[in-house]
């Protein structure tokens, strides 16, 4: 993990998209996690090349690392890729 990427804001980030944006997270296992019958998902941790989620299928706890398209600068660029990354699941889910 870069240092653009402490266990702060990992932290921050994920505590932000699961209480505010779970619907994103769910949709993130789902579109790019490859998790189409999540019905919860959770983000653990985000890092400079991806994230890792836990998604819930049939009562279950499946693990799933989705790795972002290039390595991420810092926490402004995180969080501009992953609201890109919940438009196109967005669209992909129409």
């Not at 296992?29 to 991806?50: E, N, P, R, V, W």
């Not at 994230?51 to 799933?64: H, I, R, S």
């Not at 810092?74 to 967005?90: F, G, N, P, W, Y």
Request: charged residues 25%.
């Amino acid at each position: 993990m870069s240092n653009n990427f402490s266990a702060e804001i990992s932290s921050r980030i994920c505590n932000h998209m699961n209480e505010d944006h779970s619907d994103a997270v769910v949709l993130y296992a789902k579109t790019f996690g490859g998790i189409t019958d999540a019905i919860a998902a959770k983000m653990l941790s985000i890092d400079a090349q991806g994230m890792d989620l836990t998604a819930q299928v049939n009562g279950e706890n499946v693990p799933v690392r989705i790795k972002f398209d290039r390595v991420l600068a810092d926490s402004e660029d995180a969080h501009q890729t992953l609201i890109a990354m919940v438009k196109q699941a967005r669209l992909k889910s129409k």
